[in-house]
T-cell receptor, first 109, second 116 residues
Framework: QKEVEQDPGPLSVPEGAIVSLNCTYS??????FMWYRQYSRKGPELLMY????GNKEDGRFTAQVDKSSKYISLFIRDSQPSDSATYLC?????????FGAGTILRVKS | GAVVSQHPSWVICKSGTSVKIECRSL??????MFWYRQFPKQSLMLMAT?????????EQGVEKDKFLINHASLTLSTLTVTSAHPEDSSFYIC????????????FGPGTRLTVL
């Protein structure tokens, strides 16, 4: 079993939709989680990081961690074509990040 | 803040030559820098972790003599691909971590290496 599981998609939604991106994780000894956005042929950009359970909001983005079910989510409200990218979830360990496979998101205008 | 630069952004070289890629944290000191490799439509594959002034720690299966990493200062790390071959062609991305609070990493824009 991989430490971080993420459905690679692609996920295709119409402009303005609410997008839900999800990951599950194991080995929860060190509980910082991150979401990165990666455009084609670019380096990943840190969107949000969270610690412990609960929600964290930043503009149209909300990151959610449910430690009881070992589930992390990223919600994007009012999605835009410019949100089309690959979204990577990551779990922090003391020495490195463990990434999910990345979900390809396509927002159609 | 938290800007990481990478140079060059792309490079084409002949088989057998060596290529050096630089990674710099521009506005923070990075206790740790990481080097990743990414194949098309795949996730990031960690190659090695480096701390300033010490030897890099390589992931299993990564040849340390092939991929030389030098972490000369808290803002600069270099990756040298020695005796490059076509199978080394890939997208190489570095990241830098300030070390607090959650070990988040900030990524460079990547370097596309093509070996002919």
């Amino acid at each position: 079993q991989k430490e971080v599981e993420q459905d690679p998609g692609p996920l295709s939604v119409p402009e303005g939709a609410i997008v839900s991106l999800n990951c599950t994780y194991s080995n929860s000894a060190f509980q910082y989680f991150m979401w990165y956005r990666q455009y084609s042929r670019k380096g990943p950009e840190l969107l949000m990081y969270t610690y412990s359970s609960g929600n964290k909001e930043d503009g149209r983005f909300t990151a959610q961690v449910d430690k009881s079910s070992k589930y992390i989510s990223l919600f994007i409200r009012d999605s835009q074509p410019s949100d089309s990218a690959t979204y990577l979830c990551a779990k922090s360990t003391p020495n490195k990040l463990v990434f999910g496979a990345g979900t390809i998101l396509r927002v159609k205008s | 803040g938290a800007v990481v630069s990478q140079h060059p952004s792309w490079v084409i070289c002949k088989s057998g030559t060596s290529v050096k890629i630089e990674c710099r944290s521009l506005d923070f000191q990075a206790t740790t820098m990481f080097w990743y490799r990414q194949f098309p439509k795949q996730s990031l594959m960690l190659m090695a972790t480096s701390n300033e002034g010490s030897k890099a720690t390589y992931e299993q299966g990564v040849e340390k003599d092939k991929f030389l990493i030098n972490h000369a200062s808290l803002t600069l790390s270099t990756l040298t691909v020695t005796s490059a071959h076509p199978e080394d062609s890939s997208f190489y991305i570095c990241s830098a971590a300030p070390g607090f609070p959650g070990n988040e990493q900030f990524f460079g824009p990547g370097t596309r290496l093509t070996v002919l």
